[in-house]
């Protein structure tokens, strides 16, 4: 089988058998992946922690009739202390979710790549996780061309315009800013992803 080498972050983990882990993977330059990592279970499996929820490595896999085999897994950065905290890891797994959800098998979008890794690494330096979800909304339905900017009132619109920039957060993120950005972009993701996503968000 033909090997082939990725960055990629694990946006999903669940037994696959008696011993195997099947895993969802999101890669730079190959998209959304799903492989069976063999035997990693066990509690000798050499993978350890490379294969915890978001975390980021670079993996070698070969490629299957119908599912890639993990071969080899480099940490990158293991992001253990997101998964420390209750709110930091809800944050990060619900970003998970939503790609998951949008990205079919083998579609690339190195945009949201880089945005999920900057989010994920927003979790670990402390910032605030009702923020960094919020700033990855925004920066998603920027990405994917459907950000409302007219419908948010005067300071949410200005907060906004920040986000999309890159510039860095110049007033207080209020619970309004909260309740505003919510208010306009669930009912577009929702309709965007074909899926109610309040049920994941509970931040």
């Known amino acids: 089988m033909p090997l082939y080498k990725v960055e990629s972050i694990n946006i999903e983990s669940t037994k696959f058998g008696e011993a195997d882990k099947l895993l969802t993977l999101f890669s730079r330059s190959r998209g959304k992946i799903k492989a069976v990592a063999k035997s990693a279970c066990k509690t000798t499996s050499k993978f350890g922690g490379r294969l915890e929820p978001l975390a980021y490595n670079t993996l070698l896999l070969a490629k299957g009739r119908n599912l890639d085999i993990l071969s080899q897994a480099q940490t990158i950065e293991t992001f253990h202390k997101i998964r420390e905290g209750e709110r930091s890891l809800r944050a990060g797994l619900y970003m998970a979710k939503i790609i998951d959800w949008y990205l079919e098998d083998g579609m ?70 909260i309740r505003e950005i919510d208010r306009v972009l669930i009912p577009c993701l929702c309709d965007h992803l074909g899926k109610d996503i309040r049920i994941w968000k509970s931040l």
């Open 108 to 177: 690339i979008e190195t945009a949201l790549f880089g945005l999920l890794l900057d989010c994920l690494y927003m979790l670990k330096e402390d910032v605030m996780p009702q923020l960094v979800t919020r700033i990855f909304d925004v920066r998603f339905a920027d990405i994917e061309g459907f950000l409302p900017s007219s419908e948010f009132s005067l300071s949410a619109r200005s907060f906004v315009d920040g986000i999309r920039s890159g510039e860095p957060i110049s007033h207080k993120f209020t619970k309004g800013d």
